[in-house]
């Protein structure tokens, strides 16, 4: 049985539509406009007109000897999402859904954002599209990542910081949700990860699962085989499974997910949502969820504002449960470390979240034999994170 | 028949209309929520509603969600709902049921929250986030222990939904009055009165109308057509601003407003 295209809203026991009943007619009609229009050639073609006219795809993939001599004698291989327009993997799914927002003639988008990067893109495709759009941000995240606010507002979006709860991602999530509770008729509501209540887990998939299908091919062309692993960060986990997506019927490929470790998973400051949480209800799925004993939801920790989630996408606990990928954390310090390292070997910032998946790919090519082919998914660029790398590394003044 | 659908119908035949009161548990603090709770119940209100304070509370507006949150601040555990309402019982008669998102039912175990929520004299639970399309366990759970059900209906919701949503309720069905999140509003949505004539179409036999509901003239015009009027951040804000007196005040005003329509 194929693992692929699994329709939701259940991936296993994970999944389903725990919203008010005030959101179930939005959540229907997008269903249905989904399912008409992910076999209509027409939305399919246009899909695929703006991905290559517009966002630049398809991604390049890049060998990076210099940065996988560091770790052993294994072949690294990234797969650059961070080359779209945009600066991350994010337009992928937002072009997807601004698309459909325009069949089912809602022009008023609305969406969260932690890093910003998902802000960004729904931003850029209000603007393309002539439509209007409201960013809800965490106040810690306009903080954290002011450049990217900035971006949004150049960009003609309201980004409104959200001041309730632990002011980060998930707070944004709330806003967002109550925002479109009450302008349903007129709104969109453009999810940016696989989370999220039924059809988000499986439309974002489908909207991401590009990136592996053509990496997969890449690898071949360029290897002559399917990489041995294939490593991807996972906050909600919207690049991880759009790269893991094209591996998951191939056996022989080890897949493998890391979570934002924080300080470390021994610590309370961490968003190993996977690895340190326990299933319950958050924004609308039953999926990993970091809790306490009475199901109040943990406020997560991750440098990267991007992974700083305490949940995951139910299609990504699943694949946990049956052990199809392999889950653990990587820490801060390791992730800005890595983020370091493919900078100076090979000239390649990349987004602290991606240097998630770089340091756990270090691991891997430490552990598996060599000549072996390990793809990373490179899901965004470095440049939104120039504060925090500055201040990390004490890049700025004289000396 | 439940305790809450006995007195509905009492009310009904009495010619009048019930009025509900939410309040969040831990609200200023454990006691004076408790306190608060009681008040309610001795100022004429009918059916009261307690909250369970939720990190995550989707379906709330700005009062509701700065009070649960000070409540989490204050260090609330979702057991002291159980030590709340047999205070509470002992107290008063009013029939009294529980607010809550779905996770913390989750992570208590349902059997096990059905059960202690029989044993401390609750009548049931309103649900703002689980519908009835995901509340297998809980339909099951919640017959076997005698305890309503109150799924909520929305103006937006289809004819199919309305018959599950009145299917499924036992107790009453929500309808919310508005396409929103709790909070008052100056003016009550037309949509409220449209959804009620929908929900008696679908053979609904109890319908309480709330969101936005904070003035005596609004009560009254919810109860020309629906069987109570739920008020929720009205109070919050009185016991916010006010105090215990500011609250017994509201309530008297709101439920004096039954008694003279």
Redesign the interface.
């Known amino acids: 049985m194929s693992l692929r295209d699994q329709p939701g809203p259940y991936f296993g026991e994970f999944g389903?539509?725990?919203?008010?009943?005030?959101l179930?007619?939005?959540i229907?009609e997008l269903s249905a406009a989904y399912d008409v229009a992910r076999s209509d050639p027409e939305f399919r073609a246009e899909l695929e007109r703006l991905g290559r006219e517009y966002t630049g795809r398809p991604s390049i993939l890049t060998e990076v000897p210099r940065f996988a001599g560091s770790f052993g004698a294994s072949r690294i291989l990234l797969k650059r999402e961070d080359l779209n327009h945009t600066g991350s993997h994010k337009i992928n799914n937002v072009l997807g859904q601004a698309l459909l927002s325009s069949r089912i003639g809602k022009r008023r988008l609305i969406a969260e954002t932690g890093a910003g990067q998902h802000g960004v893109a729904t931003a850029t495709a209000a603007a393309l599209f002539g439509m209007e759009c409201t960013v809800y941000m965490g106040e810690v995240d306009t903080e954290r990542q002011a450049l990217n606010v900035a971006r949004m507002r150049l960009l003609g979006a309201e980004v409104i910081p959200v001041r309730?709860?632990s002011r980060t991602l998930?707070?944004a999530i709330?806003e967002a949700?109550?925002d479109w509770?009450?302008?349903?008729?007129s709104t969109n509501y453009i999810f940016g990860t696989v989370a999220g209540p039924h059809p988000f887990p499986a439309m974002v998939r489908d909207f991401q699962k590009i990136i592996g299908e053509e990496a997969r091919e890449q690898v071949l062309q360029a290897v002559g085989r399917l990489p041995s692993a294939v490593a991807a960060c996972v906050g909600g986990g919207s690049n991880a499974i759009g790269i893991f997506d094209a591996f998951l019927d191939d056996q022989e490929v080890a897949l493998y997910g890391f979570e934002a470790g924080g300080d470390g998973i021994e610590t309370a400051r961490h968003a190993a949502t996977i690895s340190k949480g326990r299933p319950?209800?958050?924004?609308?799925a039953r999926s990993y969820?970091l809790?306490d004993?009475?199901?109040?939801?943990i406020e997560s920790h991750s440098i990267s504002a991007g992974l700083d989630y305490p949940g995951v996408g139910p299609e990504h606990s699943w694949l946990a449960s049956i052990g199809r990928v392999r889950y653990s954390a990587i820490t801060d310090s390791e992730a800005m470390e890595a983020m370091r390292l493919l900078s100076r070997t090979e000239g390649i910032i990349p987004a602290i979240e991606s240097a998630h998946a770089l340091a756990g790919a270090g691991k891997l090519a430490a552990e598996l034999e060599s000549g072996s082919v390990i793809l990373v998914s490179l899901s965004g660029r470095g440049d939104k994170d120039m504060e925090t790398a500055s201040s990390w590394f004490s890049l700025a003044g004289d000396s | 028949m439940s305790e809450v659908q006995s007195l509905i119908d009492e009310r009904r035949r009495a010619g009048r209309g019930c009025l509900v009161g939410y309040l969040p548990i831990g609200f200023p603090s454990l006691d004076e929520s408790i306190g608060a709770a009681i008040t309610l119940a001795n100022s004429g209100v009918d059916i009261l509603e307690l909250g369970i304070p939720y990190s995550d509370p989707v379906m709330d507006g700005p009062v509701i969600q700065r009070a649960t949150q000070r409540s989490l601040e204050g260090g609330f555990r979702v057991r002291q709902v159980f030590e709340a309402l047999e205070t509470i019982r002992n107290e008063s008669a009013v029939p009294t049921l529980v607010m809550t998102y779905w996770n913390p039912v989750l992570q208590f175990g349902v059997r096990n929250f059905a059960a202690e929520l029989k044993k401390s004299g609750a009548s049931g639970l309103i649900t703002p986030d689980l519908i009835p399309d995901e509340a297998k366990d809980w339909i099951e759970i919640s017959s076997e222990f005698d305890l309503d059900r109150v799924f909520l209906a929305a103006p937006s919701s289809s004819k199919e939904r309305l018959d599950a949503i009145t299917r499924n309720s036992r107790g009453f069905v929500y309808a919310v009055s508005t396409m929103g999140t709790t909070g008052s509003r100056s003016e009550l949505d037309s949509a409220a009165r449209a959804l009620v004539g929908r929900l008696r179409e679908a053979n609904a036999e109890r319908i309480c109308v709330g969101l936005g509901i904070s003035t005596p003239e609004q009560v009254a015009e919810v109860l020309k057509y629906a069987d109570g009027a739920i008020v929720g951040s009205a109070f919050v804000s009185s016991l916010e601003t006010g105090g215990i007196e500011a609250l017994r005040a509201k309530a008297q005003a709101l439920s004096g407003s039954i008694r003279l329509g």
């Open positions: 389903g539509r725990f919203v008010p009943e005030s179930v007619e939005a229907d309730t709860g998930k707070d709330n949700m109550r509770v009450s302008n349903v008729a319950g209800v958050l924004h609308g969820l809790q004993e009475d199901g109040q939801t």
